[in-house]
């Protein structure tokens, strides 16, 4: 599995949500976000969780490192993770991310790459360029 977005403005990362939702998401439901700061990886997950059914504002887990929110009408949770702040793949393991990576719920991650050892196989690989005047080029693929 393997695309290629181009979104101009929130109102297109809104509506790519809202395919992914529909489209992969519905298969593959852990997400790892690869973007340098400030490229959208939060507002994309705000957006993700609106598309599956989330009534709550996505809000960056930088301090928390995980957030969850619940998903109207599903017995399936959004979780989502900013793993900046761990250097080392065992902090990861202590807060029971391997946990996160094999339950059915939705798990999205900001800055997995301490995660690679741990690759899971449902898990799509969303990075996100930042190019001129705002737009995105985001690509999606299977891990």
Do not use: C
Request: hydrophobic residues 45%; negative net charge.
């Amino acid at each position: 599995m393997q695309a290629d977005y181009t979104v101009n403005n929130l109102a297109e990362l809104a509506e790519l949500a809202q395919q992914l939702a529909a489209g992969p998401l519905q298969t593959y439901r852990k997400v790892f976000l690869d973007a340098p700061m400030g490229a959208g990886k939060t507002t994309l997950v705000h957006y993700l969780l609106q598309a599956l059914g989330g009534q709550e504002e996505a809000s960056s887990p930088s301090y928390s490192l995980i957030n969850e929110y619940s998903l109207q009408g599903s017995p399936l949770l959004v979780r989502h993770a900013d793993l900046y702040r761990l250097d080392r793949l065992e902090e990861a393991l202590d807060i029971g991310i391997e946990d996160y990576l094999e339950d059915e719920h939705y798990f999205f991650v900001e800055w997995p790459e301490i995660l690679l050892p741990l690759l899971a196989e449902n898990a799509l690989h969303l990075r996100i360029l930042v190019q001129e005047e705002g737009k995105r080029q985001i690509f999606l693929e299977k891990m």
